[in-house]
């Protein structure tokens, strides 16, 4: 007797369809892994969260809005004279379309930045804000015009502000001498002593030793004396006497001794030869005190509070006056 056995198609068909499956989930899963470590699709979640936060924080537009950005003439007009001023040309019709479109996307951006509150507590914009506002409030050409006699008060109460420097004239003479008492410092004192006795007598081209430094210096305030033989040097030099040998005086370089011929001492000028500098100053000044008047007149319309640290011994100052 043959046994025959039959294996039923309906299991195998059942499990290719479970193997299928199996494939398919571990496929799907493999996908997802790949998208998550993608930088593009981290980019995108980004996207969308800032889009969400720009969408729930957004002001929504009230009946009245303002959404008309008009490019005007006159705003043209300085569009081209800046570019003109700048590139010392006027520019062309593209460029010309490029700064209004430079300018539309500018205002566009300022408009949506004030709705979305960045300018609130941003000290850069709140800077450039007072600096403007300054610029605006610059003094027209009237307003610093000096009236007659205002210039000479001025003058007459800042005198000490314009004296002009002492001013020498001399000639010296130079030893080679790194402290008191050496050779150098030894042979000046001695020559020092003939010239006081019989100067007209002795050549002055043989004293000393030979330098780079001058050996007249004419008539000069103590500043530019200084840039050549050091403040030191000046220093001592106000003290010597005129129409004589004096010394030894030491600088960085050695002891010399020095022949004052002249000496103009310091003075005030007059406002003629200090005008420019007066009228600077005085407009300098006006224009502070303008300033300063506009902004105390913005300052009244406020009522400020100031609330000092507990560890102070103070109590919170309320007041339109401050100083």
Not at 28 to 43: D, N, S, Y
Not at 268 to 295: C, F, M, N, Q
Request: with cysteine.
């Amino acid at each position: 007797m043959v046994f025959t056995h039959v294996v039923s198609a309906k299991p195998l068909h059942i499990f290719a369809q479970h193997a299928l499956a199996i494939n398919g989930r571990r496929a799907c899963l493999m996908l997802i892994r790949k998208v998550l470590v993608e930088p593009l699709f981290h980019f995108l979640i980004l996207g969308v969260v800032v889009f969400s936060l720009y969408t729930l924080t957004r002001q929504p537009m009230t009946v009245g809005e303002d959404l008309a950005i008009v490019v005007d003439e006159g705003q043209l007009a300085r569009m081209f004279d800046t570019y003109s001023r700048t590139w010392q040309r006027p520019p062309t019709e593209d460029e010309l379309k490029g700064l209004v479109e430079g300018y539309i996307k500018e205002e566009i951006f300022y408009r949506e930045g004030q709705k979305m509150g960045l300018a609130q507590d941003d000290t850069v914009f709140r800077r450039r804000m007072q600096q403007k506002m300054e610029f605006l409030l610059e003094p027209s050409v009237e307003e610093l015009a000096p009236k007659p006699g205002e210039l000479e008060a001025y003058f007459t109460a800042h005198a000490q502000d314009y004296r002009l420097p002492e001013k020498l004239a001399f000639r010296q003479i130079f030893f080679r001498s790194e402290r008191t008492g050496d050779k150098g410092d030894l042979s000046a004192t001695a020559v020092l002593s003939k010239l006081k006795s019989d100067a007209a007598s002795i050549d002055m081209t043989s004293l000393g030793d030979s330098s780079l430094l001058p050996e007249r210096t004419v008539l000069s305030d103590a500043e530019l004396i200084a840039t050549s033989f050091g403040q030191d040097f000046v220093s001592e030099l106000a003290s010597a006497p005129e129409n004589r040998w004096y010394g030894p005086i030491r600088s960085a370089y050695g002891v010399h001794l020095v022949f004052v011929s002249e000496r103009l001492m310091s003075h005030p000028p007059a406002l003629s030869d200090a005008g420019t500098a007066v009228l600077a100053d005085w407009e300098s000044a006006r224009r502070k005190d303008i300033a300063d008047a506009h902004y105390a007149a913005m300052k009244k319309r406020y009522d400020i509070e100031i609330n000092w640290p507990r560890d102070i011994d103070t109590s919170p100052i309320k007041t339109s006056s401050l100083p």
